[in-house]
């Protein structure tokens, strides 16, 4: 995307409090929705293991995965090559200097939490997937990553998802 969109972005989250509101809780605070998803899902039969898996899965995601990627692509945020401020949370989304902007860590941990939640209860599937791309909108609009940096996101974080689901399911799962 082009400076010019994120600076518009930043004009229209200075001076609409209800757009800036909007897209602020879903790109910084909604990643809250996954505590509450883990609660309704230990009340399920089994649901402590899947939460566990989950979160090995998100954990594995961001702290290896990411990890492993951004030595390779040291890329800066948008807020960073414009020099605004965006919108932070300080749990979180807190801004840094470093230039890793690329996988969005967001995307990645996200999804791949939602890809077990998706592979343990399939009826929750679409709209576990969903959750995800709905922070990596709002991240590009807040002005934290690019597109491509939550499309990769999002990719590797189906991936990695997958990944950990396939290692640990049969060793929760069996009696």
Not at 113 to 130: D, N, T
Request: aromatic residues 20%.
């Amino acid at each position: 995307m082009d400076s010019e969109f994120y600076l518009k972005q930043q004009k229209l989250l200075a001076t609409n409090k209800w757009y800036r509101w909007f897209w602020e809780f879903w790109a910084n605070q909604s990643i809250l929705l996954y505590g509450l998803a883990a609660i309704f899902i230990i009340a399920q039969n089994q649901g402590w293991k899947v939460v566990i898996l989950a979160v090995c899965s998100g954990l594995f995601a961001r702290y290896v995965v990411c990890e492993i990627v951004h030595p390779f692509f040291k890329k800066q945020h948008p807020y960073q090559r414009l020099k605004f401020q965006p919108p932070t949370f300080w749990l979180f989304s807190r801004t840094d200097a470093r230039p890793d902007s690329f996988p969005s860590e967001h995307s990645v941990t996200t999804v791949a939490i939602s890809a077990v939640i998706f592979l343990c209860f399939p009826s929750w599937g679409w709209p576990a997937l969903l959750l995800p791309a709905v922070i990596a909108v709002a991240r590009v609009i807040v002005g934290f990553h690019e597109i491509s940096d939550v499309v990769f996101g999002y990719f590797l974080g189906l991936v990695s998802g997958y990944f950990v689901y396939l290692l640990l399911f049969s060793r929760l799962f069996t009696p």
